[in-house]
């Protein structure tokens, strides 16, 4: 008998309203202040700092068009949470020609951003959480699509510091409701309880099917850093590289996550 998956978590809808506001907010700071020269250098794959930067406006920008749709038919969500991570392969020309389209018709992007958050503040209400909206991975729970908008905002936020350099901050209920998706989406890739995957401070969850561990120190344990494990579920880093550079630990024979990875690209 396969092991049995657990009962997804529950994410309070103000504040991941909240912090998806706040996260946004960090990147407008730091976008702000962005030079011409800066805006030019390399951001992600083919773009530019300033196509990614247009890009991160795409996280609010959904929401808020999904609220201005009339809700989807249907008393079920086609989605759930945790089959988020592995249903957004799809529609990358789409997405990258959308991004081209904001970076060249929009060149003033500090008000590009205020526009956009003013429009989620306004459409996009915490009291909403069970309505259900159309995305691009199918019909979902407001509720859950604004997790899903931690994601996005706080890997594209990485990918802006490693392209720049810049400091960026990170709401801290942001980085948990990444964090926690991501490492809730391995335990239901690959359920079981022989190892425990650690996350410190916001998550820890047990996967892989084989011997379950009840009491004591786990006999495989991987442990690594907030950003270090969102970089591994999104292949922003490689599994041996990270174990080489020690930002991963990793104890026991079964302790090994790279067939698992990445989540999503």
């Known amino acids: 008998m396969p092991p049995a998956k657990k009962r997804p978590r529950a994410y309070d809808v103000t504040r991941t309203r909240t912090a998806v506001l706040a996260q946004f907010a960090h990147v407008r ?18 773009w530019t700092v300033r196509e990614l930067a247009a890009h991160l406006i795409m996280a609010l920008e959904r929401a808020s068009r999904a609220m201005e749709l009339p809700a989807p038919r249907g008393p079920k969500p086609e989605v759930s949470l945790l089959e988020w991570p592995f249903s957004t392969t799809g529609g990358s020309a789409g997405i990258a020609d ?91 890739r690959a359920p079981g309880g022989s190892v425990e995957v650690r996350v410190p401070p916001f998550a820890v969850v047990q996967c892989i099917g084989g011997p379950k561990h ?31 550079a020690a930002q991963v630990s990793a104890s026991g024979e079964r302790a090994d996550l790279a067939p698992l990875l990445p989540l999503m690209g």
């Open 214 to 244: 009840t009491r004591g120190t786990p006999p495989n344990v991987v442990e690594t850093d907030p950003l270090t494990w969102i970089r591994l579920a999104t292949g922003r880093t490689g599994w041996a590289e990270a174990l080489e």
């Open 29 to 46: 700071d730091a976008v702000r202040g962005l030079t011409a020269e800066q805006l030019a250098l390399p951001g992600l794959g083919e």
């Open 98 to 188: 959308h991004t081209r389209e904001l970076a060249e018709g929009r060149p003033d992007l500090d008000a590009l951003y205020e526009e956009t958050s003013a429009r989620f503040a306004e459409l996009v209400p915490a009291d909403a959480g069970d309505r259900l909206v159309t995305t691009r991975s199918g019909t979902m729970r407001l509720g859950d699509f604004l997790v899903t908008r931690t994601v996005e905002l706080v890997v594209h936020t990485d990918d802006l510091h490693r392209a720049t350099g810049l400091d960026i901050p990170y709401d801290r209920q942001a980085l948990a409701a990444c964090t926690r998706l991501l490492a809730d989406a391995l335990a239901d």
